[in-house]
């Protein structure tokens, strides 16, 4: 808005300038005119007089003028600067704001966050270690996302299936968890059951991995159950 007003009070001025400058030419050629006259006798000195005056009115309007256009240029150029000022501004709080912007990245950075909810079951480093990026920090267990894996021998994987829901059974004899069939996998595993003479066998006995998602609190990594049979 100043730039525009600036650069309309300049063209105002300059216009005005330019109606100074006409007058002024004419006051002059008149007073010239009857400055002659007036030494020839021709008019009276109240004729001569009023011109004169016509003419010093002219000059002074004319340096007015003047002024006028200077002082609209000289707000025209202050108005450059400001614009200059404000661009230079505007880049200094962009780059503020990027540095910023990196210093919250890096203060965050300063919290370990886990990616969810869980209970910390190992941690692998010290008060004031030194680690590098990528260090592992703790072991986190969600106790509600959580699975048992049994290893079924080829023999019997006719018996389970996705979506089949079992029973199983800890060791101490009492912890009893349901879950279900998640995951069987494609690949065998290991043999089970070796070949030997006394068996009469003349193959080994592979086995598949059975994932049962059981999403229980009463599990704890490392624990061990068998399912019950009849599920």
Do not use: C
């Amino acid at each position: 808005l100043q730039d525009s007003t600036s650069k309309s009070q300049v063209d105002t001025a300059s216009a005005g300038l330019d109606s100074a400058q006409s007058n002024l030419d004419l006051a002059e050629k008149d007073f010239n005119r009857y400055q002659e006259l007036y030494a020839q006798g021709a008019i009276s000195k109240s004729v001569f007089d009023a011109y004169k005056t016509k003419y010093e009115v002219a000059q002074s309007a004319y340096s007015q003028a003047q002024s006028s256009v200077s002082s609209a240029q000289a707000g025209l150029l202050q108005t450059d600067a400001n614009l200059a000022a404000t661009d230079a501004a505007q880049k200094k709080l962009e780059a503020a704001q990027a540095q910023l912007q990196q210093i919250e990245v890096s203060l965050d950075e300063t919290e370990i966050k886990a990616p969810f909810d869980g209970v910390i079951t190992a941690k692998y480093i010290e008060e004031g270690s030194m680690i590098s990026l990528g260090t592992p920090l703790v072991a986190l267990q969600d106790p509600n996302d959580n699975w048992v894996d049994f290893k079924i021998p080829e023999t019997k994987l006719k018996d389970f299936h996705l979506g089949q829901v079992l029973t199983m059974q800890a060791r101490d004899g009492v912890t009893r968890v349901q879950g279900t069939i998640t995951d069987i996998s494609q690949k065998s595993e290991f043999a089970t059951q070796r070949a030997t003479s006394e068996r009469g066998n003349d193959t080994d006995i592979i086995s598949f991995n059975v994932k049962v998602q059981v999403n229980s609190d009463a599990l704890r990594p490392g624990m061990r159950f068998q399912y019950m049979a009849g599920d």
